[in-house]
């Protein structure tokens, strides 16, 4: 815990600024420079090997459909076009990593309100249902519980149970609303904050750096 | 610096087209003082401490006339964080007031909110955090709380705000009566050393003789807040005592060598029960014990080790949706309970789904929904209900489904006297005359005690049955 890391907020722009130019990019190389680097800093993270693992092969169906349907149904350079396609899913999901698999949701969110402004309420609004989604699941069996109490069966397939859990969640929202405003939550206004990170000035350097790297290599080198 | 909160000429509605709530409501609160409110289920207990805590109109209902004024200032024109550090207020549903994971965060997000100084904010949740012996808990997640200890940690959230005026809605609705008296003495005594203004709404009111300056009560019949004498709170009757019965060895529902755990912590060490067909019991102990658990485990929604027999039978090798319409689990939260947007909704789908409709027959339901009090509320949205109102249907719609074995989790939480007796009455009546096995938690005592024929208390993780050798 003690290795220094990238500041949360840098991350985010890291992974907007090149993530933009994967969808305009034409090249399978920088798609495989991005998996590379941005798998060295996962490791350099120690993040769960696992966890990594298990997401790339969530991830395969997508790749492999893609890289298929251009083979069998593209025209022109397919399996260029393919392999574009193929590499920029996983492209796309391990720059996702580097900032949801190294830093919890609540550093990534009170990181960017410090830095980059974003709006407390955003911040609150997006941390409180996060904070809700394992009362969702559990709602989700309560529901299900309780029709079989009365006699009535709610398969997953039933959308009485997802109005059930719509309604519910509505329900805690306006609950949590009122609670937050007594609590003196005031949307737009100053708060106190206490939460802090290092964000020393070379990190954004590095930032631009990496996006204009990505530039270059894609739009102006392009190779492969 | 003084302090004044005052409601002139008030008429407030939730709907435009329906009667008001209040009418010409006039009202100052006396400062520096401990106050409690008390009135039957859904007569806008929780209502008049949201609109003078400025939450109403801006969530809920019209203001059709009348202001309500903080320090001489209209208390919805003031903005929220300032607000706060005047007016604070508990809620009476413990697990919707957390906007954070654990307690310390919450606790630093609501100091946060009222810019407290950054440097102190720590100081000042572990101060509060101490004082209220939650300190154990705090980074603990807040869902994985027991519902008592979640109003703890909401009371310290209000607590760490200071703010002079505190309005507490039901706030022991979940608390044992031992924890219940600790906190009443707290509060007291904070209110006389920072020269604080407590406002409670509570449905029991025993034990505030000698703690209470003013007692007021929402008259329904002229839509105001009265003052009542004092006297009316030393005036109660003796708790009594439950009545030793020898109780017939019919039992069909037994747990044999039953354990658990919540995380690393064993909640019940192997225990062996069984409860009689036709009476009524009450399962007690204190606060985070684990009665809700151990209902979760009865009802099949919580893993638990050893057997649980109905007619002999292991209920192991029945299915879910079977043991549901053998166990039926009366949840703390009533809206947990509810499947269907309308009361008459619930109703319906109860009344057609009963296991014993021969017995609630359309008169019989009718008559109950007279009696609980329901009658105007069959075409409203269920979660539209008053807290009361909402326990009342919950156990209705439970009671029409008439399963052998029926388990209420606080039933009566936020219920005042009379209806409490009214359920109580109907909970009993269906028990014998469908020779039910019925458990109930309540922390409530008074007026339940006389009509129980046996109680269970879960103490050091196992359960014994009072009154046994």
């Known amino acids: 815990m003690n290795r220094k890391r990238i500041n949360p907020a840098v991350l985010v722009i890291i992974m907007l600024g090149i993530g933009l130019q994967i969808t305009f990019a034409h090249s399978v190389f920088t798609n495989i420079g991005v998996i590379i680097i941005t798998c060295l800093y996962l490791s350099y993270c120690k993040t769960s090997s696992k966890l990594l693992i298990l997401t790339s092969l969530y991830a395969f169906p997508l790749a492999l459909g893609s890289w298929w349907s251009f083979i069998a149904f593209g025209t022109g350079d397919v399996w260029h076009i393919a392999w574009i396609y193929a590499s920029r899913v996983y492209a796309y999901l391990y720059l996702g990593a580097i900032v949801t698999l190294t830093v919890p949701i609540k550093d990534i969110l009170l990181s960017l309100a410090l830095h980059l402004n974003l709006s407390s309420t955003f911040v609150y609004g997006l941390l409180a249902s996060f904070n809700l989604l394992g009362r969702i699941k559990s709602q989700y069996k309560t529901i299900r519980y309780s029709a079989m109490m009365r006699g009535t069966t709610y398969h997953f397939w039933n959308p009485n149970l997802y109005l059930r859990i719509i309604i519910v969640a509505l329900n805690w929202s306006q609950d949590l609303a009122e609670a937050m405003t007594s609590q003196g939550f005031t949307e737009g206004a100053q708060r106190t904050l206490t939460y802090k990170d290092n964000l020393p000035k070379w990190q954004w350097g590095l930032a631009a750096l990496l996006i204009l790297l990505y530039f270059i290599f894609s739009f102006l080198v392009r190779p492969w | ?469």
């Open chain 2, 1 to 469: 610096m003084s302090i004044s909160l005052k409601v002139e000429d008030l008429t407030f509605t939730y709907s435009k087209d329906s009667e008001p709530i209040f009418d010409n409501l006039d009202f100052t609160l006396p400062i520096n003082s401990f106050n409690l409110l008390i009135g039957p289920s859904g007569s806008g207990k929780s209502t008049i401490f949201k609109l003078m805590s400025g939450l109403y109109p801006q969530y809920n209902g019209t203001k059709k006339s009348g202001r309500i004024l903080l320090n001489g200032q209209e208390i919805t024109d003031i903005v929220p964080f300032e607000r706060a550090r005047h007016v604070a207020m508990l809620f009476q549903n413990p697990s919707r007031q957390f906007a954070m994971k654990t307690v310390f965060e919450q606790l630093v997000f609501a100091l946060e909110n009222i810019q407290y100084p950054a440097h102190l904010i720590t100081k000042k949740a572990t101060t509060v955090l101490n004082n209220l012996n939650l300190w154990q808990f705090k980074d603990r997640v807040l869902q994985t709380l027991s519902g008592g200890e979640q109003q703890r940690v909401a009371l310290a959230t209000i607590l760490a705000l200071d703010s002079p005026i505190i309005f507490l809605d039901e706030p022991f609705a979940n608390i044992d009566s031992a924890s219940r008296l600790v906190i009443l003495a707290e509060l007291k005594q904070m209110q006389i050393a920072q020269h604080k203004t407590i406002f409670i709404s509570d449905h029991d009111i025993s034990n505030y003789a000698g703690l209470v300056n003013h007692l007021y009560e929402i008259k329904l019949s002229s839509k105001n807040l009265l003052e009542l004498p004092l006297s009316k709170l030393s005036k109660l009757p003796n708790q009594t005592k439950i009545v030793k019965k020898n109780l017939p060895d019919n039992a069909a529902f037994s747990w044999h060598n039953l354990s658990f755990h919540i995380g690393e912590r064993l909640l019940l060490s192997p225990n062996s029960l069984s409860i009689p067909k036709g009476y009524v019991g009450l399962l007690s102990g204190d606060n985070g014990i684990g009665k809700s658990t151990l209902f979760a485990a009865l009802a099949h929604q919580k893993k638990y080790s050893g057997n649980i027999f109905y007619n002999g039978k292991p209920s192991e090798k029945i299915r879910l949706n079977n043991w549901a319409k053998i166990v039926a689990n009366i949840f703390q939260n009533s809206s947990d309970q509810f499947i269907k947007l309308r009361v008459n909704e619930e109703l319906e789908l109860s009344q057609s789904n009963s296991l014993h409709s021969e017995y609630w027959t359309a008169k019989r339901v009718q008559d109950a929904v007279n009696k609980l009090n329901l009658t105007h509320v069959l075409e409203h949205v269920n979660y539209q209900l008053s807290g009361g109102q909402q326990k009342k249907l919950q156990a209705l719609i439970i009671l029409i489904m008439s399963q052998p074995v029926m388990l209420f989790d606080e039933p009566f939480a936020g219920l005042d006297i009379s209806s409490l007796a009214i359920l109580l009455t109907l909970i009993k009546q269906t028990t014998k005359d469908l020779d039910s096995s019925t458990l109930i938690i309540s922390h409530q005592r008074r007026g339940v005690i006389e009509h129980i024929d046996y109680e269970f208390l879960m103490r050091a993780q196992t359960i014994t049955r009072l009154g046994e050798p």
